[in-house]
């Protein structure tokens, strides 16, 4: 069992998982998972987003930017505070792959992300968009 605090993010062996007084069955589905990490980040649930990344991810950003730690990434995204409209999705196993547009700050910008699943947790991450419409 792995515990979160904030809203209190409980993880069960079983893929069981209690967010705060809610309780959910934890999709093995890579596509699924993707999808709940996607919609956690657009309704600004950081907590619920890092909980379905893996302990040991590995992030890699369009800069070369690595992060290593849930709490690290999730972290940055608060900065942004945006929505995601998915264009496409890939799925091959347990990669998933997106193309999609990310809108924050009333500027919209194509992005495409790699995701690899195992155990119903994300653990790697690989995007790349031009980093130059942040600045």
Request: glycine share 8%.
């Amino acid at each position: 069992m792995i515990e979160r605090s904030a809203k209190r993010l409980i993880f069960w062996a079983d893929g069981r998982r209690r967010i705060g007084d809610k309780m959910a069955k934890m999709s093995s589905k890579p596509e699924k998972v993707v999808k709940e990490y996607v919609s956690a980040l657009d309704s600004q649930d950081f907590d619920l987003a890092a909980g379905l990344i893996a302990e040991d991810v590995r992030i890699i950003g369009p800069a070369g930017e690595n992060f290593g730690k849930p709490k690290d990434f999730t972290n940055m995204l608060k900065r942004y505070h945006g929505k995601y409209k998915i264009l496409k999705m890939f799925v091959d196993g347990e990669d998933v792959g997106l193309m999609y547009d990310f809108t924050t700050s009333g500027k919209t910008v194509y992005m495409s992300s790699w995701y690899k699943v195992e155990s119903g947790r994300i653990n790697y991450i690989r995007t790349v968009f031009d980093p130059s419409a942040f600045e």
